[in-house]
């Protein structure tokens, strides 16, 4: 049970080395994570200026 408990401190301890250090972070992760992003972000500004324009037009149609 000791040996058990040590090993995962132990394992611990160096993952949390590794994230302080920075090591832990890939940087061909974070550029997709990024690109996926950007476009994650363009999807939703276009989705917003359609609900807008279909808004727009609702609002016309009670109007007139």
Same mark, same amino acid.
């Given at each position: 049970?000791?040996?058990?408990?040590?090993? !995962?401190? +132990?394992?611990?301890?160096? $993952?949390?080395? *590794?994230?302080?250090?920075?090591?832990? #972070?890939?940087?061909?992760? %974070?550029?997709?994570?990024? !690109?996926? +992003?950007?476009?994650?972000? $363009?999807?939703? *500004?276009?989705?917003?200026?359609?609900? #807008?324009?279909?808004?727009? %037009?609702?609002?016309?149609?009670?109007?007139?």
């Amino acid at each position: 049970m000791a040996v058990a408990s040590c090993t !995962r401190r +132990e394992d611990f301890s160096r $993952r949390a080395r *590794e994230q302080a250090f920075g090591e832990s #972070l890939d940087p061909d992760k %974070l550029e997709r994570l990024g !690109r996926y +992003e950007v476009h994650l972000d $363009r999807k939703l *500004e276009r989705t917003l200026a359609m609900l #807008l324009r279909l808004k727009d %037009l609702r609002q016309g149609a009670i109007a007139g």
